[in-house]
């Protein structure tokens, strides 16, 4: 790529991201996107709970969203990887896997999470297909169903509370000793909700569409829909490596605007929020490309 300074760089492609790029663009700024095209929810086959995009594939709203995004001239992609950043006096330069770098005023990371999926066999099968973190994002596709909970101590209390509204036939699975209350334990049994404390061995599936959780005892459990939240790290760490603060949920800690804690530096989308859904990832991207191009012209008028 020939331009190699521009107003703004946004590390990452997807949908915070392009949003971004958006309000950018029609804001007139010169703008390069870099992405390496491994968003977190590749292997989803549907998207829920986003007007106008509801139940549509999530490869299919990404490449619209990059066709209308690249309808503006001033905005530019780069396919790869940005491996190392560097704060300057005037700006920033980011520098990719293949050597390039590139120069900007800001830098906004919409770069997501690595979820950490747990060792057990099938459970990466039915990652975002039949395992699932978020209810509002799939959880009317699977109301009623019989549904598994893996999670322990006061976030399984809390995570089956929130199901139970979804479906009455859950089963609660600690994977290990439980570490719940006996007065949890106990609320759980009033609601019908069922506790497994054995180990899970595998998921028994069908392309990604769980069947049976096979716990190491030799049991097993039939299940249509398995829900957990899975540690996860950043997807990228160069926000890390500039000085950004992360918050106690391992997320980078922004402001109402969307800033870090580093001057220039601003962040969206899945790496600063719990609420992980396509609709969140454009609302904050779309907010703070406009924060951005405002605090551009605050610094040129």
């Known amino acids: 790529m020939k331009q190699k300074n521009f107003d703004v760089i946004i590390v990452g492609g997807s949908y915070s991201g392009l949003s971004a790029a958006m309000s950018l663009g029609r804001s007139l700024r010169q703008v390069l996107v870099i992405d390496s095209g491994l968003p977190c929810n590749r292997q989803t086959p549907y998207s829920h709970n986003f ?18 995004v690249a309808l503006y001239k001033t905005i530019h992609f780069y ?21 390039e770098v590139f120069k900007a ?23 975002g297909i039949s395992v699932l973190h978020c209810p509002y994002c799939h959880g009317y596709e699977v109301k009623n169903e019989r549904t598994a909970i ?39 049994k009033k609601h019908g909700i069922t506790l497994f404390e054995d180990e899970i061995e595998a998921f028994e599936h069908a392309n990604g569409y769980v069947e049976y959780i096979i716990f190491k005892n030799g049991e097993k459990t039939a299940v249509k829909a398995v829900y957990m939240k899975p540690p996860f790290k950043q997807h990228c760490t160069l926000p890390e490596v500039l000085g950004c603060d992360l918050n106690e949920q391992d997320l980078l800690k922004v402001d109402a605007m969307q800033k870090t804690n580093i001057a220039g530096i601003y962040a969206s989308g899945d790496c600063t929020t719990q609420m992980r859904s396509v609709a969140i990832a454009v609302s904050t991207g779309s907010f703070a490309g406009a924060v951005i191009n405002k605090e551009l012209i605050d610094e040129d008028f």
């Not at 007007?51 to 209308?68: F, Y």
């Not at 790869?80 to 293949?98: D, H, W």
Request: charged share 25%; proline share 2%; glycine share 8%.
């Open 105 to 127: 005023r800001k830098v906004l990371f919409a770069t997501g999470v690595k979820d950490l999926l747990p060792e057990i066999k099938g459970f990466a099968d039915c990652w």
């Open 150 to 188: 893996i999670a322990n101590g006061e976030m399984a209390f809390e995570y089956s509370k929130l199901i139970s509204n979804w479906t009455k036939d859950l089963r609660l699975c600690t994977n290990g000793k439980s570490t719940l209350t006996l007065d949890q334990v106990e609320a759980l």
């Open 51 to 68: 007007i106008t995009q509801d139940g549509e594939k999530p490869a299919v709203i990404s490449a619209k969203a990059k066709l209308q």
């Open 79 to 99: 396919n790869g990887l940005a491996v190392e950043a560097v704060k300057r006096e005037n700006g920033f330069e980011i520098s990719t896997e293949s050597g």
